[in-house]
Nanobody, 117 residues
């Protein structure tokens, strides 16, 4: 049974930083692309970032970001700990959302990020 457990959300002022983590279990973590997705209040799901697994045929270990977070967010993975992280810097109110970890057709419960003064 796939389980994804996010943590690290909270309330932060504009310009601040947060680090989200997602601990995975129930599948071969190192074989999967890991993804962060967010949902702002009243809006649909929005892709944030991907990190490929290191066995990917085309882009091993590569990272991809939506334009609005490039240069501010960094996705990383630790296959030994079955963990994917999202370092978020220079946060702004538009980043306010529930952030979800997603892979293998499974979703975590989400962690709330609120950026407000």
């Amino acid at each position: 049974q796939v389980q994804l457990v996010e943590s690290g959300g909270g309330l932060v002022q504009p310009g601040g930083s947060l680090r989200l983590s997602c601990v995975a279990s129930g599948f071969t973590f190192r074989s999967y692309t890991m993804r962060w997705v967010r949902q702002a209040p009243g809006k649909g799901l929005e892709w944030v970032a991907d990190i490929k697994n290191y066995d990917d045929q085309t882009w091993p270990g590569s990272t991809f970001y939506r334009d609005s977070v490039k240069g501010r967010f960094t996705i990383s993975r630790d296959d030994a700990k079955s963990t994917v992280s999202l370092q978020m810097n220079n946060l702004n109110p538009d980043d306010t959302a529930v952030y979800y970890c997603h892979t293998a057709n499974s979703w975590g419960q989400g962690t709330q990020v609120t950026v407000s003064s």
